[in-house]
């Protein structure tokens, strides 16, 4: 088997392929390959592992049926049709738990960083505007005992929660398809309805897939029915809120403000009246940017292919029914 890599993975995962012996090329300009270029460059190859971020559609799965594995270098496996990858036989992986703790790390900071206006005034000292300044100004809120409300609580969700509870004692409420049983009984969390989740959150959290049923499902109506004191906040994928309705949502009052580790599209436009809020906070999709977390990516994503060589089931597979 020969592996191709579109992006500069970490070092630890390039060497476990090396001491599994399977060889690899790797693109490694600063540039994401065209969908035409990717397709071109799998031909040569029998698995992909990508860290990049265009579509891995129909049209990209036919022209690569041939592939034996696609390792996402993401626990997110919304770019990719896999229905389709299913259809074709080709297992697809990806990477859980590993970066949970960084992802929710990055939730914990923009809920911070949106409650206190911190990078707003960390702005304005930039711009030479920190001035006289009275008791009553560039005032935020304390998170303690406030209710931290989870859209899709998870692997990413349950670090937040946990987090949120240490730090600040939150109570957490949630809402999933199904109920998440550690959460409820290590944390105390409570399975609400969507519309209990959206009306009594302080800080609402988004961390459910993208699929059809999540895309905008943070639009007008929602964001009406928020408390006009709560932020949101969104770490998932960027479609998972409608933007032009946040930004009429903050600028009208409905609510406070919002905290953003994802935005669509990505990169987010310089322009995008969002970044001259005081109370919004916006990262450029760095939830797991830490050294430890994308290790461990890295490495659960040459597991997965070194698995595919030797003919087993991928250990972090998304698609079982492609061995059916
Ligand atoms: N910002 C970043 O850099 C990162 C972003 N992510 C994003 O975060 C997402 C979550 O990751 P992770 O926590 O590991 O995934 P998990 O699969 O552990 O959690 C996803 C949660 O979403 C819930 N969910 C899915 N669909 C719905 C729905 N229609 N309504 C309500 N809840 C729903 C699921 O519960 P149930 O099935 O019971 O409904 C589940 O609890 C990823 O899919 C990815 O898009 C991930 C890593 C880093
Ligand atoms: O967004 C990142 C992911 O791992 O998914």
Redesign the pocket.
């Known amino acids: 088997m020969t592996v191709f890599i579109d992006r500069i993975i970490p070092q630890i995962g390039l060497d476990l392929l090396e001491e599994a012996g399977i060889p690899y090329e790797q693109h490694t300009a600063n540039n994401e390959l065209s969908k035409a270029a990717l397709i071109e460059k799998c031909q040569a190859h029998d698995a992909l592992l990508t860290a990049g971020w265009g579509p891995l559609d129909q049209e990209f799965l036919q022209a690569c049926k041939h592939l034996k594995v696609i390792a996402l270098h993401s ?2 496996y ?1 770019r990719i049709d896999i229905q389709e990858a299913t259809r074709l036989k080709i297992p697809v992986g990806n990477t ?1 738990d590993v ?2 703790e960084a ?1 929710a790390d ?1 939730a914990f900071l923009l809920m911070l960083a949106v409650s206190r206006k911190a990078l707003f005034l960390h702005k304005k000292i930039i711009e030479g505007k920190w001035g006289f300044s009275q008791p009553t100004d560039d005032l935020g809120f304390s998170l303690t005992g406030k209710t931290l409300g989870i ?7 349950y670090e937040l929660a946990r987090k949120a509870k240490v730090a600040f004692n939150m109570p957490i409420i949630y ?4 109920s ?1 049983q550690k959460a409820e009984q290590e944390l105390g969390a409570k399975r609400v309805s969507f519309e209990e989740l959206v009306s009594q959150s302080d800080v609402l959290a988004a ?5 059809a ?2 895309r905008h499902k943070f639009n007008a109506s929602v964001f009406a029915k928020m408390k006009p004191s709560a932020i949101f906040i969104n ?3 960027g479609s998972v809120h409608h933007e032009p309705d946040l930004i009429h949502a903050i600028q009208t009052g409905q609510i406070w403000g919002a905290g953003l ?2 935005t669509d599209p990505e990169p987010m436009d310089k322009d995008n009246p969002l970044l001259a809020m005081p109370t919004v906070a916006v990262f450029p ?1 760095i ?2 940017a830490t050294r430890e977390a994308r290790d461990g990516m890295a490495t659960i994503a040459a597991k997965n292919i070194i698995a595919a060589s030797k003919g087993e089931r991928l250990p972090y597979l998304v698609n079982p029914e492609a061995y059916h």
């Open positions: 626990v997110g919304d859980p970066l949970s992802t990055t859209f899709g609580l998870g692997n990413i969700g809402h999933n398809r199904s998440n961390f459910s897939t993208l699929t049923e999540t770490a998932s994928r580790d994802v999709h939830g797991s």
